[in-house]
């Protein structure tokens, strides 16, 4: 059964990663001068940038989920026809980032990971009502970490899908499925280990 109260498991708590995303641009602001680098010093530079865009980018997926669930807590509230009148009033976006958002909540309540998993143009296309549930739930269930799948690839599939030219089972779909993002295990644990070292420090920090 799911559970609908279920929040996404990113490892990391949102607030930790605004934490290490902010140490990050403190650093590399405090440690370079941007007017006169060097070659290395501005691949190091670019190396920063990319480490907090990724941090920040985990948290912007988190936060697609939960916004997701507040817009459908809202809709199950409010009367018949009053949705979109109450998104025009209450959110900042436009009612078709708030179906979106809610349509992707609806789609991944039962598996919270999607979201971590995919870029959000690709769990758009995913939770769209005409793409086939079947091969939705088979996604699902395959997909064991992050894959960098392009939006265009994936309605080609759904619509070769549905013309039954390929099954979930099929070396082409599978092939595309194993297309990982660039990030390894041991980055992703040492994201992780920094992460924590921050909250221990914070903690301490009160404590003390």
């Not at 924590?196 to 404590?207: M, P």
Request: aromatic share 8%.
């Amino acid at each position: 059964m799911i559970n609908k109260n279920q929040t996404i498991d990113i490892a990391i708590e949102p607030g930790i990663l605004n934490n290490k995303a902010i140490e990050l641009r403190e650093k590399r602001e405090n440690t370079f001068r941007r007017g006169c680098l060097t070659a290395e010093q501005k691949d190091k530079y670019l190396d920063s940038i990319k480490e907090e865009l990724q941090i920040r980018c985990t948290g912007l997926k988190h936060q697609i989920y939960e916004i997701g669930k507040l817009l459908y807590e809202a809709k199950r509230l409010l009367p018949h026809g009053k949705f979109q009148p109450w998104i025009n009033e209450n959110f900042e976006f436009c009612y078709r980032t708030a179906h979106n958002l809610v349509r992707v909540y609806i789609v991944c309540m039962g598996h919270p990971e999607m979201v971590k998993y995919f870029k959000p143009s690709s769990l758009y296309v995913i939770a769209r009502p005409d793409f086939p549930g079947n091969l939705r739930d088979s996604l699902f269930e395959s997909i064991k970490g992050p894959v960098d799948i392009k939006e265009k690839e994936l309605v080609q599939l759904a619509l070769d899908f549905k013309n039954g030219l390929v099954e979930i089972t099929d070396p082409k779909v599978q092939d595309l499925l194993k297309k990982q993002s660039d990030i390894s295990l041991w980055e992703k644990y040492k994201t992780e280990l920094k992460a924590l070292k921050v909250l221990i420090a914070n903690r301490l920090e009160k404590i003390e």
